[in-house]
């Protein structure tokens, strides 16, 4: 596989750079761009990208242009085999590329070399003394190590900051090197803070708890006036019932006392004769006779279903009544558990409310030393 001959090259000099992997850029129709490694199709219709992520192919039609350029490594790889050994300059300036484009490391090593040779200052008419331009160009070494890459000057040798500032109690925190009690103290107010906010959500969910406890109490007390009314008025309808239990027994001796005596105006009525042959008004008395015993032995039956409904209805309030108590003492347990349940939600909730309390504390005191660090180390 070949390129096309109407590729764009931005960068000719790349004919002098080492042997490595362009970084293509692919420019779409629609927009798009695709960086990696271009090659062609034999016939030009396709065109593969290796990225990263793996290998996109598009049509040659959708294809705009492609643009060849130098990742900041392979510039780094040119201009530094470029470099004269004597070039103290250009060391300093390709180190300044390297900053630019956080290659840090490649740009320490550069700046090392300016500053490594450290000749000994001469008179003026020294022919050793180095000249003006080394001596600037380690001055610019200089400032720049020191300035973008951190480094230190220790007993004449530049110290790395990753050597530098753990040996004098630093460590990396967040991108900066910072001293280890401080970091300590910062990682202790989070925690804190952390904390805090724990402690703000059970105060959220202990209010939050409150009302339904409330409830349960008021529902309780209600409850328990309900059981009393109902036990007052239960007294009152079992006297009443049995009353009226004494009334209806009284209607069935009273009703038994006419049945017996419409029983024996009949056995008497028979016993004489009467109704015995054709006498029509012994008939018509015969016939109301029976008659009366008939109405009577209703009233009768009515007058003991009547009883025996008082009865059923005085022994159902009586067991209520023998109930009572246990009924009451139900409530009343009911409502004992509910106070119970509210005295521990106000006591979860004070409970919470102090620990934000000594949080907010604990926090504040914790941010105070923290400052108080700060300035000192300022």
């Known amino acids: 596989m070949c390129k096309p001959p109407t590729i764009l090259v931005l960068a000719a000099a790349l004919a002098l750079a080492a042997p490595a992997a362009l970084a293509d850029t692919v420019i779409l129709r629609d927009g798009r761009k695709l960086q990696g490694e271009v090659t062609w199709s034999d016939d030009k219709k396709k065109l593969e990208v290796k990225t990263r992520l793996g290998s996109i192919v598009v049509d040659a039609g959708d294809v705009v242009r492609v643009i060849i350029e130098e990742t900041p490594e392979q510039e780094l790889l040119r201009r530094r085999a470029a470099l004269a050994p004597g070039d103290l300059a250009g060391r300093v300036a390709l180190a300044e590329f390297c900053v630019d484009n956080r290659l840090e490391r490649d740009a320490a090593a550069l700046l090392l070399e300016v500053l490594a040779p450290e000749p000994e200052q001469g008179a003026e008419d020294d022919p050793e003394a180095p000249a003006p331009e080394a001596v600037a160009a380690r001055r610019a070494a200089a400032g720049l190590l020191a300035a973008r890459l951190d480094y230190h000057l220790v007993d004449g040798r530049w110290v790395p900051p990753e050597e530098y500032y753990p040996a004098r109690g630093f460590v990396r925190h967040r991108g900066r090197w910072v001293r280890r009690e401080l970091v300590e103290l910062v990682q202790q107010l989070e925690a804190a803070e952390e904390g805090l906010k724990q402690r703000r959500v059970e105060v959220r969910r202990a209010e939050r708890a409150l009302d339904p406890a409330r409830r349960a109490l008021s529902e ?55 109704g015995a042959g054709g006498d029509e008004r012994a008939q018509q008395q015969l016939l109301l006779l029976q008659n009366e015993v008939i109405v009577r032995e209703a009233e009768l039956d009515r007058a003991l279903r009547a009883a025996d409904q008082a009865r059923a209805r005085a022994d159902e ?59 000192a180390g300022d």
């Open 220 to 274: 309780a007390d209600a409850g328990v006036r309900k059981v009393e009314r109902a036990l007052a008025n239960l007294g009152a309808e079992k006297v009443a019932a049995e009353r009226d239990l004494s009334a209806r027994e009284a209607d069935v001796r009273a009703a038994r006392e006419r049945v017996e005596r419409a029983r024996r105006n009949l056995l008497l009525f028979g016993g004489a004769g009467g």
């Open 317 to 375: 309030l009586a067991r209520l009544e023998a109930t009572g108590p246990q009924v009451r003492a139900e409530a009343q347990a009911t409502r004992e558990r509910a106070r119970e349940a509210l005295a521990a939600a106000e006591q979860t909730l004070a409970a919470a409310r102090a620990a934000v309390e000594d949080g907010a504390h604990e926090a504040e005191s914790l941010k105070q030393r923290l400052e108080a660090l700060k300035r």
